[in-house]
């Protein structure tokens, strides 16, 4: 057994400890945020906050997990069903087009404004390193900034 927390949630898992988190997320847990792109940590459509750091869950495994703080894409939202800054700029600028990456987008977003409250283009493009088959980027790095903006605000 595995006990951490999901999106604030206690859980505790019996499964292998070699199991990745996506797969505990998804096939356990029932949170089918994360997606899976590629399995190696390349794509981001995985991520995952562990402990307030965004994390390719494809490559974590659910062994390594005693005791941590996870967010998903489903914890974003204020427990009222509130949009959360970041997921408020992306309905703004309506960045998503098929929508298959977007959760590792809105975990790396996050992330990255936590560390960085007004990032820069350069420091946007260095942070974000998921990839978008539908080309987002323009719009995500507008959301980027859009939040910022709202955060000082
Ligand atoms: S599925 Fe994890 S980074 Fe691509
Ligand atoms: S919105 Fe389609 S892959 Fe990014």
Known sequence: ??????????????????KPLLWVLRENLGLMGPKYGCG???????????????????????????????????????????PSVVQQAWIDEQ????GFCQPGFLIAATDLLARS?????????EAITNICRCGTYPRI?????????????
């Open 95 to 98: 960045v998503p087009q098929c």
């Open 1 to 18: 057994m595995t006990a951490f927390t999901v999106n604030d949630m206690p859980v505790d898992v019996a499964a292998d400890p070699a």
């Open 117 to 125: 409250p007004a990032p820069t283009d350069a420091e946007i493009d």
């Open 141 to 153: 790095r507008r959301a980027i900034h859009r939040a910022a903006a709202m955060q000082q605000n």
């Open 40 to 82: 190696i940590a390349q794509c981001g459509a995985c991520r995952v906050l562990i402990d307030g750091v965004s994390t390719p869950s494809c490559v974590v495994s659910l062994g390594s997990l005693e005791g941590v703080a996870i967010t998903t894409v489903e914890g974003l939202e204020a427990a009222d069903g509130t």
